[in-house]
Every structure is written in C-alpha cells, then in structure tokens.
C-alpha cells in the first residue's frame, strides 16, 4: 500500500492537488465515545490490544459523511479503556461522534517478510555450505 506523505511535507497552497492531502485511513479502527470533557475523550478499546498512549486519533461526525471533527492523542490506557487529549478541533467533540485510531505498523522484526527472508537466507547460506564441502 503506498505511502501518502507526513503532514508536514506538503506545502499548503491553493494548488496542492487533493490527491496529496493526507487523509485518515479508510482501514482505521472505529470506537464509540463513551464521555467527552473540555480537552479529552474516553472509550472503550475491549479487545483492541494493540491501541497504546502516543498513537494519533481522529474524531469524525458520521452525520457529516465522517466529517473530521478533532484530532487527538492517546494519552493512557487502563484495561479496556483509553483516554485521548484533544489536539486541534473544528468544533466541538460530542459523545455521539466516532473515534477512529490508524493502527501502527509492525516493527521490522515482528514482520512475517522479515522472518521468511531469515529462514529462506539461513536455508540457502547452508544449504551452500553444504554443497561447496
């Protein structure tokens, strides 16, 4: 799957083709707002293990077709909910909004390519070995 670019990459100037906005991921794992105060929102995560503190979210208004609404950060996790500080808003968060978290990338080595890549090396390098003797 491609990679848009960061945020932060783009020059934002009325000529920047809308194919280069960066925009929320449509396999973005969707929760339901338990409670909303001034700057924070909480919800529940129930089997979602791999949601942690420091993972960007978003809050979309299904009415407005997933309007985006506010932009978060995780902030703690405990048990089967987690707890996200507001970031930046266009308006205000409501409890009958959605929250979507993009789920982070495996790291390298917890990749399955990576493994597959090992054990077919390490079979090749003796099978070699074994040939050249």
């Known amino acids: 799957m491609p990679r848009l670019p960061r945020p932060w ?7 920047t083709p809308a194919s280069l906005v960066p925009r929320i991921p ?3 794992a ?3 707002i338990d409670s909303v105060t001034d ?5 529940r995560v129930r089997e979602a293990r791999w949601v942690r503190p420091g993972l960007s979210s978003y809050v979309v208004d299904p009415a407005q077709r997933d309007g985006l609404v506010a932009r978060l950060r995780i ?3 405990d048990g089967e909910s987690a707890t ?8 205000r968060v409501k ?3 959605f929250l979507l978290v993009v789920r982070p990338e495996p790291r390298w080595w917890q990749s399955r390519l990576f493994w597959a890549g090992s054990v077919l090396g390490v079979t090749f390098g003796a099978g070699g070995v074994a040939v050249s003797r």
Request: zero cysteines; hydrophobic letters at 40%; charged letters at 20%.
């Open 95 to 97: 409890s009958d909004h």
């Open 39 to 43: 700057s924070t929102a909480t919800f």
């Open 84 to 91: 996200a500080l507001v970031t930046g808003q266009v308006s």
């Open 75 to 77: 902030i703690t996790r």
């Open 26 to 28: 449509r396999d973005a």
């Open 9 to 15: 990459a783009i020059p934002r100037t009325a000529s």
């Open 30 to 32: 969707r929760f339901e």
